[in-house]
């Protein structure tokens, strides 16, 4: 059974930085990119940064010098979140292939 649990979050204060944590049971980050994606209450879900089997990185431009996704081993990935701000607050999901996890809650206060 595949699983990708996300952890990490919190609260914290503008300016701080948290690192989120994805990883994957059942199956391993080979098979294409991993992605992190960033929901608000009655908006969609938006893409905030993704890794390609290639290690390419993308991110979406309110996040640009900011955040850093990176590889840990076969089967996690991380998302360093540097000088946040209260915009960033949401829950964080990582996604992979056709799975989601459920999620991480990260609340940031001004």
């Known amino acids: 059974q595949v699983q990708l649990v996300e952890s990490g979050g919190g609260a914290v204060q503008a300016g701080k930085s948290l690192t989120l944590s994805c990883a994957a049971s059942?199956?391993?980050?080979?098979?294409?990119?991993v992605a992190w994606y960033r929901q608000v209450p009655g908006e969609e879900r938006e893409l905030v940064a993704y890794i390609t089997s290639a290690d390419t990185t993308g991110y979406a431009d309110s996040v640009k010098g900011r955040f850093t996704v990176s590889r840990g081993n076969a089967n996690t990935v991380y998302l360093q979140m540097d000088s946040l701000q209260s915009e960033d607050t949401g829950i964080y999901y990582c996604?992979?292939?056709?799975?989601w996890g459920r999620g991480t809650q990260v609340t940031v206060s001004s």
């Open positions: 996604h992979y292939v056709r799975y």
């Open positions: 059942g199956i391993t980050f080979d098979l294409g990119s």
